[in-house]
């Protein structure tokens, strides 16, 4: 199976996608520009556009637009779905909200080292959920930290190296969870007062082309894997073997999310981060792919506030 390429090269790093009915379609991030991207619901065709939502010369059309929403921090890291209408997001050093009008209240930084956000998920309690890394990647020099609706942080992992994927099963009950350098997919059990406990392998991937980042679930609970370096994004189900292989036409590949109308679509987001110029020249781009066989993600969602 391979995506298609929705997007031109509009992102130098893009990560963290996330579908919602409250935004009406899908966010992601070009995440060290420190902004946040949003596509449009409106249609489902398949095409290739620029930032100002023009089709590119030579694509199939489309009628997407995408805009780019400037944050004032030089990195955005996720943004997820608040119960307030607008937004929480994960910025450079610590956390942000966006109202409902758009404006966003950067918090207290939680920080001073040279580390940043990386990304995260709105948890069963309605916490939001952010892990971190070094900027130069140091082992175990990173933390994951939880953000509650009334504003108070707590660091509820540590030792950890570059915080990836998180994503939490429909009864809330576990989460998958990825630290890119272990080659793994881990799993967790929730709780609501101590958070992630109970740390397991789920899948080790350590012979599969790419490395772990970014993952999302179905609404039967397999898990979609992007591979950053291996120009795939794999599909795993309750055995953790890999049931599905999609190609995508650029080598960085940082995220994906289930979107749509009906939760169909499969979109994947890759980078063009440390590349030379004309390198993997659809990296930075959006991908899409219509999985089949009725897999989709699930029409609930959690929003931050419950």
Known sequence: MHADRITDSICYHAE??????????????????????????????????????ASSEGSAGTDHAVARIATPSPVVAC???ASSGGAVLAIEKGFALEDADGSIEQLPPLWEENVRMNEGAIAPDGSFLCGSMHYDQAEGAAAMWRLMPDGTTTRILAGITVSNGLAFTADGARAYYVDTPTGRVDLFDWDDRAGLVQRRTFADLNEQDGHPDGLCLDAEGNVWVAMN??????????????????????????ACTFGGADRSTLFITTSRENLEAGEDPQAGSLFAVQVGGGVRGSAEERLFGG
């Open 229 to 254: 370096g291996g120009s795939q994004v794999l599909g795993l189900d309750s055995d953790d073997s890999v049931t599905e292989r999609i190609t995508v036409g650029a080598r960085q590949v940082t």
């Open 79 to 81: 943004v997820r779905p």
């Open 16 to 53: 963290g996608p996330h579908w919602s009915d409250t935004w009406g379609g899908l966010r992601w991030v070009d995440m060290l520009a420190g902004d946040i991207m949003q596509l449009s619901a409106e249609g489902t065709s398949v095409g290739s556009v620029g930032s100002d939502g």
